[in-house]
C-alpha cells in the first residue's frame, strides 16, 4: 500500500464547477499538508500549505486536513479552464525539515 | 515567493555520456534541496537530499556512484547523471526548502527533461 493515495482522475468538469480534490495517507507522522499545480512539462507551484489538522482559505481555494480520518481535501470555487492541470498532494512529518511524499496526482480538465 | 531555476531545461544525450544539471535558489539561501525524478504521468519520487557541505543522503534504491549529487554552495546544488543510460531518461526536478522561517514549504525549479538515446 502507498503512502498516499490519490485518485490520477482524469476529472473534468465545466466551468464554473466546484472542484473537489482528496487524498489519504497511512503515516500518522505526517504533519505538513501541501497541495501543488503541476502544469505539463513544467516545476510543481506551491498553492497552499496547512500544518495539522483543519481548514485554510485563499482566494478560490480551500484546503482541508483531518488528521483523525487520514484524510486531506483542496477545494477549487468557480473553477476556471486555467485550473486545468495536474494537483499533487504531498506531505511530511516528523521533527526537522524533511523531503515530502507525493500522491500520485490527480489531473484536472476544466470545460469551457 | 522563493525562486528556484534549473538548467538546462532540456537536455538529450548519448548513451554512455554524462549529464550534469544546476539547480539555483535565485533569492534565498538554501541549506537543504531535494532531487526528484517523474516519470511520464507518475508522481515525484524522491532521489536523494543534499545538504549544504555533506553528502547527500539518497533515498533506497538510488545509485549514488550514478547519481552525483553536490551542493558547494548554499544556493547551487548539481545532480551529474555519469554514464546515462535510455533507462535514465525522465523528468529530474529540484526543489528547496524555504527561506528560515517557512520551515517545511518546499520550492520546485522547472524541471529538466533528460532524454537517451
Known amino acids: 500500500q502507498k503512502e498516499v493515495e490519490q485518485d490520477p482522475g482524469p476529472l473534468s468538469v465545466p466551468e464554473g464547477a466546484i472542484v473537489s480534490l482528496n487524498c489519504t495517507y497511512s503515516?500518522?507522522?505526517?504533519?505538513?499538508f501541501m497541495w501543488y499545480r503541476q502544469y505539463s512539462r513544467k516545476g510543481p507551484e506551491l498553492l497552499m500549505y496547512?500544518?495539522?489538522?483543519g481548514n485554510k482559505e485563499d482566494g478560490r481555494f480551500t484546503a482541508q486536513v483531518d488528521k483523525s480520518s487520514k484524510y486531506i481535501s483542496l477545494f477549487i470555487r468557480d473553477s476556471q479552464p486555467s485550473d486545468s492541470a495536474t494537483y499533487l498532494c504531498?506531505?511530511?512529518?516528523?521533527?526537522?525539515?524533511?523531503?515530502?511524499?507525493f500522491g500520485s496526482g490527480t489531473r484536472l480538465q476544466v470545460q469551457p | 515567493g522563493a525562486v528556484v531555476s534549473q538548467h538546462p531545461s532540456r537536455v538529450i544525450c548519448k548513451s554512455g555520456t554524462s549529464v550534469k544539471i544546476e539547480c539555483r535558489s535565485l533569492?534565498?539561501?538554501?541549506?537543504?534541496m531535494f532531487w526528484y525524478r517523474q516519470f511520464p504521468k507518475q508522481s515525484l519520487m524522491l532521489m536523494a537530499t543534499?545538504?549544504?557541505?555533506?553528502?547527500?543522503?539518497?533515498e533506497q534504491g538510488v545509485e549514488k556512484d550514478k547519481f552525483l549529487i553536490n551542493h558547494a554552495s548554499l544556493t547551487l546544488s548539481t545532480l551529474t547523471v555519469t554514464s546515462a543510460h535510455p533507462e535514465d531518461s525522465s523528468f529530474y526536478i529540484c526543489?528547496?526548502?524555504?527561506?528560515?522561517?517557512?520551515?517545511?514549504?518546499?520550492?520546485f525549479g522547472p524541471g529538466t527533461r533528460l532524454t537517451v538515446l
Open positions: 533569492d534565498f539561501q538554501a541549506t537543504t
Open positions: 504531498a506531505m511530511s512529518g516528523g521533527t526537522g525539515r524533511r523531503a515530502l511524499t
Open positions: 543534499s545538504n549544504e557541505g555533506s553528502k547527500a543522503t539518497y
Open positions: 526543489s528547496a526548502l524555504g527561506p528560515a522561517g517557512s520551515y517545511n514549504e518546499q520550492f
Open positions: 496547512t500544518y495539522s489538522s
Open positions: 503515516n500518522s507522522a505526517f504533519q505538513y
